[in-house]
T-cell receptor, first 114, second 112 residues
């Protein structure tokens, strides 16, 4: 049972455009929702994270939108740049209950075309 | 700042061989994790250690064992490698359950 569903699998966006990646979760115990960015040959690195007490968090060109009732959250990359080309993973974890550690989506391979 | 260090970076094993993947962190984190990454599957948790002296199974523990040697080090052992264990393995550490996880560079393991 996949607890975090991520879409799309791959995404091509023109430079300067908006990249949007969506995730949905099932476990209502989840209360921490990070996004990780991974470049080829590297480990994932935290990009931005949100807790369910806010509906939106913005850091520079990156914004997380969170909809608790729909159990969905999304990453928006504004003014997308070729350097943003990477694989993006949404994830979730819970303060209590279940296993420690993050549950990841399957990833989105993002390509920003110059 | 080393962060999370994994060794080796690459390894080829024959079916049935054993090996240990090493991981060390220098951030004084309590929690440490082993994930495997397979194409189209994201990262899946193998084992985790919430504190020194404790370990627990994650989503895909079969065929693996772990040891939390001390607060810094968390090793992953494959006792009898199988082709299905061909993957990229990542070690990570965190201050706790709902905090930023820092990942190592990964170990690319091929079992033939």
């Amino acid at each position: 049972q996949q607890q975090v569903k991520q879409s799309p699998q791959s995404l091509i966006v023109q430079k300067g455009g908006i990249s949007i990646i969506n995730c949905a979760y099932e476990n209502t115990a989840f209360d921490y929702f990070p996004w990780y960015q991974q470049f080829p040959g590297k480990g994932p690195a935290l990009l931005i994270a949100i807790r369910p007490d806010v509906s939106e968090k913005k850091e520079g060109r990156f914004t997380i939108s969170f909809n608790k009732s729909a159990k969905q959250f999304s990453l928006h990359i504004m003014d997308s740049q070729p350097g943003d080309s990477a694989t993006y993973f949404c994830a979730a974890s819970a303060t209590r209950g279940g296993a420690d550690g993050l549950t990841f989506g399957k990833g989105t391979h993002l390509i920003i075309q110059p | 700042n080393a962060g999370v260090t994994q060794t080796p970076k690459f390894q080829v094993l024959k079916t049935g061989q054993s090996m240990t993947l090493q991981c060390a962190q220098d951030m004084n984190h309590n929690s440490m994790y082993w994930y495997r990454q397979d194409p189209g599957m994201g990262l899946r948790l193998i084992y985790y250690s919430a504190s020194e002296g404790t370990t627990d199974k994650g989503e895909v523990p079969n065929g693996y064992n772990v040891s939390r040697l001390n607060k810094r080090e968390f090793s992953l052992r494959l006792e009898s490698a199988a082709p299905s264990q061909t993957s990229v393995y990542f070690c990570a550490s965190s201050v706790g359950r709902v905090a930023e996880a820092f990942f190592g560079q990964g170990t690319r393991l091929t079992v033939v």
